[in-house]
């Protein structure tokens, strides 16, 4: 059954391994994020086996998923007003910004006897979530500090997903003095300063990260990449996830469509370079299951194309193989390619 998607969770436990041993050298823990693999059980037994220390995940629906693993678990979303009860009960850790949101926390964690933790998020610059202004982060601090079902356990910053701005010392060193500055001023001690997402891995040999004591790593655990510049982190592996995909035409045509070009089945405007005729393969997979820009040919001589929904479109004319329909095809995969194959349920799952 094609297209299918080779999970090695022994790579996977490698991986988490690795980051967890070099994240340790500098007291740092890391937060297992599984909301790129939707939870699946047995990748997060690899992240479990690795050593991670909590797990952390952006949906409701892999928080329950997660509920069979004793790990304390971090909800990574905002929560949704409308989803506060559900978070209370499925995670330990919530990462939390407003403070109406907060105060109805903290009414469901009494209601349902608990203490509720939170990192409050600072946004040091790339605009995704988090406080922005020391004012409000101060103030926001004294109203956390008289609700009764919340703990503040931390803060925490995002960095890079939106904005794309690089963590370094300036950013992040501002997010460990806020740090200082609230421990200070209210007399508390904050058990978590949470210094980012796979973003963060490239500072893990520098001094910049003194002072940050957790990171929550997805990226770099199951691909084995770093995620500031895009570079191989030494000792992963990146072929955790392979996906294999099946051929279903093969035809020699031209590298330039004939007609008229209007607007594809996505609404962009395809532009083409004309290398005369090529030989073409047509895969069954589409951007309904990957992202045909973030997914890497085993076969390097491997060009491609683009695709539709269902249809992804390579030139083989370069490769030493001669592909006919019914051959498989394998594919790496990068994050955005790696979610929705995962999220797909076109996609099989197999563990080798
Ligand atoms: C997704 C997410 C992460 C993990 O990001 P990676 O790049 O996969 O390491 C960390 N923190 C938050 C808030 C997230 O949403």
């Known amino acids: 059954m094609y297209p299918r998607l080779l999970i090695d969770t022994k790579k996977v436990e490698h991986n988490a ?26 990748i997060v037994k690899a992240f479990v086996n690795g050593g991670v220390k909590y797990l952390a995940d952006s949906r409701i629906e892999n ?8 790990l304390k678990k971090i909800f990574l979303r905002l929560p949704m007003l409308s989803q506060i009860d559900d978070v209370v009960k499925y995670s330990d850790i919530s990462l939390n910004s407003e403070i109406e949101v907060i105060k109805v926390l903290s009414d469901s964690a009494l209601k349902q006897k608990k203490v509720h933790s939170i990192i409050l998020m600072i946004d040091l610059g790339d605009l995704r979530e988090g406080i922005y202004y020391d004012d409000e982060i101060f103030s926001t601090v004294e109203e956390i500090l008289n609700l009764k079902g919340i703990k503040l356990l931390g803060i925490g910053t995002n960095l890079t997903c939106y904005g794309a701005v690089i963590p370094d010392a300036t950013n992040l060193g501002r997010l460990i003095s806020i740090g200082h500055e609230i421990e200070n001023r209210f007399k508390i001690k904050l058990e978590i300063i949470s210094g980012g997402n796979s973003s963060s891995v490239h500072l893990l040999e520098k001094e910049s990260l003194h002072g940050i004591n957790n990171l929550r790593l997805g990226e770099s655990i199951v691909l084995g990449t770093e995620t500031a510049y895009g570079k191989r982190i030494e000792g992963t592996f990146d072929d955790c ?27 962009n405007v395809p532009e083409y370079v004309d290398s005369g005729i090529r030989k073409r393969v047509i895969c069954a997979i589409g951007k309904q299951d990957i992202d045909d ?32 329909p019914g051959d498989i095809i394998r594919f790496k995969l990068k994050y955005s390619s790696l979610l929705r194959a995962m999220t797909s349920k076109f996609v099989k799952k197999v563990f080798v």
């Open 241 to 267: 996830f392979i996906l294999e995909v099946e051929v279903i035409e093969v035809k020699n045509k031209p590298s330039k469509p004939t007609g008229k070009i209007g607007l594809d089945a996505f609404g």
């Open 17 to 42: 391994k690795t980051m967890v041993e070099m994240a340790d050298k500098y007291g740092i823990d890391i937060a297992g994020v599984t909301k790129v693999f939707c939870a699946q059980e047995n």
């Open 63 to 70: 928080m329950i998923l997660l509920q069979e693993f004793s």
């Open 293 to 324: 820009e973030n997914i890497i040919p085993v076969d390097p001589r491997i060009i491609i194309l683009g695709g539709s929904s269902d249809h992804l479109i390579i030139d083989t004319t370069d490769s030493d193989k001669d592909y006919k």
